[in-house]
Structures are given as C-alpha cells and as structure tokens.
C-alpha cells in the first residue's frame, strides 16, 4: 500500500516508464512481508533492455524486475534504495522520506 505521494507524481512516472525513460518513484509503503521497511523506490522502464542494463550497474538481478502491466520496474528497499538514490543524485527523494 502506497502513502505519501500526489496523483500528478505517479502519472508522470507511468508517463516516463512508458516512454522508455528509467523513471524514478519513491513512496511511503507497508506490505506486512517486510515490517523493517517504511519506503520503497520503483524504477521503472518499458524497455526491458534498458531496465535490465541500468539493474546490471547496481548488481540487481533481471528476476527481480516485477513485469506488471505496462510498468515492469525494480522496487528497491533499505539500504541499496539508500545507496541508489544517492548515486543517482536524487537527493530530493532521500530528504523527503527522510531516508
């Protein structure tokens, strides 16, 4: 269950994803398998090749891509979200959610 973020956000990453962009989401979330994590980050791409390549460069493995609808995206938790982020300069996105 996703909190935290405004319509306008998540239809400008569907947007990006759509196009082929490796977009960005990161929400507040709760899912009762993983009590310890408060957040997650979607990267997202419709160009699985290109998904694919950007999870090689951060050692994410091509079967944990979720391949939903027209969405297929890596959710990243903890501290490789943390670690991510930060190397992908979104800084923005580790102060509002105060990771």
């Given at each position: 269950?996703?909190?935290?973020?405004?319509?306008?956000e998540l239809e400008e990453w569907k947007k990006k994803v759509k196009n082929g962009e490796i977009a960005f989401l990161t929400h507040f979330w709760y899912d009762a398998r993983f009590p310890n994590y408060t957040t997650v980050t979607k990267v997202g791409c419709s160009d699985l090749e290109k998904l694919l390549a950007w999870g090689t460069k951060y050692n994410l493995r091509p079967e944990w891509i979720h391949k939903r609808d027209s969405f297929p995206h890596f959710d990243l938790l903890g501290e490789k979200q943390k670690e991510i982020l930060q190397q992908e300069g979104l800084i923005d996105h580790?102060?509002?959610f105060r990771l």
């Open positions: 269950m996703a909190f935290g973020i405004q319509r306008q580790l102060k509002r």
